[in-house]
């Protein structure tokens, strides 16, 4: 499955910076859907995991800062339960999970166009996958029991963790492009 990231009343509210280049909404990544335990997961394709490269593997005993990781990334937060944690990428997007609630929060308009903060009561987050290209942003907590998708616009490439006992991997992502000729669009007007 893939997901449509875009609403059709947005145009005052937000501010992508894509559609300076024509674009104003975006596609997710591809998904795929599974039943477990009642509830309607979802998770990026097994097959997203052959983009990966450069892996570092860290133990959270406190704060951690990782610089230098590019605008593409893929992160993974584990053995968080019961445990509070904040998960700051580009120094303006907050991930924070305490007291029963996760929260993904913005104090930027720029990175965020025009997006401010997100809320989910959930008892616990065991694990957090976060995965970041150059405009989007996709949380997906307890192995896709809940999905947040947002568009995101980062400045620098820097994460900082703050946790007890948990484990973070990071990884840097090969990009993907698309040739398309000019005849070829053409054809299509």
């Given at each position: 499955?893939?997901?449509?990231?875009?609403?059709?009343?947005?145009?005052?509210?937000?501010?992508?910076?894509?559609v300076?280049?024509?674009?104003?909404?975006?596609?997710?990544?591809?998904?795929?859907?599974?039943?477990?335990?009642?509830?309607?997961?979802?998770?990026?394709?097994?097959?997203?995991?052959?983009?990966?490269?450069k892996?570092?593997?860290?133990?959270?005993?406190?704060?951690?800062?990782i610089?230098?990781?590019?605008d593409?990334?893929?992160?993974?937060?584990?053995?968080?339960?019961n445990?509070?944690?904040?998960?700051?990428?580009?120094?303006?997007l907050?991930?924070?999970?305490?007291?029963?609630?996760?929260?993904?929060?913005?104090?930027?308009?720029?990175?965020?166009?025009?997006?401010?903060?997100?809320?989910?009561?959930?008892?616990?987050?065991?694990?957090?996958?976060?995965?970041?290209?150059?405009?989007?942003?996709?949380?997906?907590?307890?192995?896709?029991?809940?999905?947040?998708?947002?568009?995101?616009?980062?400045?620098?490439?820097?994460?900082?963790?703050?946790?007890?006992?948990?484990?973070?991997?990071?990884?840097?992502?090969?990009?993907?492009?698309?040739?398309?000729?000019?005849?070829?669009?053409?054809?299509?007007?």
């Amino acid at each position: 499955m893939i997901g449509w990231c875009g609403l059709p009343d947005i145009d005052e509210e937000y501010t992508n910076k894509t559609v300076e280049t024509g674009w104003q909404h975006a596609l997710s990544l591809p998904r795929k859907v599974l039943i477990r335990d009642g509830h309607v997961c979802q998770m990026p394709h097994d097959e997203f995991n052959e983009l990966r490269r450069k892996k570092s593997h860290i133990l959270i005993q406190g704060e951690e800062t990782i610089r230098e990781i590019g605008d593409t990334f893929d992160l993974e937060l584990k053995n968080a339960t019961n445990n509070a944690f904040t998960v700051t990428i580009d120094e303006h997007l907050q991930l924070l999970y305490e007291n029963g609630c996760f929260t993904m929060s913005f104090d930027d308009a720029n990175i965020s166009g025009g997006r401010t903060e997100r809320k989910l009561l959930c008892d616990q987050v065991r694990k957090m996958r976060v995965v970041a290209d150059t405009s989007l942003l996709e949380v997906y907590l307890n192995d896709g029991e809940s999905v947040f998708t947002t568009r995101f616009y980062p400045n620098s490439s820097s994460i900082q963790v703050r946790s007890k006992n948990c484990i973070l991997d990071v990884w840097e992502l090969v990009g993907m492009s698309m040739n398309i000729k000019e005849e070829e669009m053409g054809e299509n007007e």
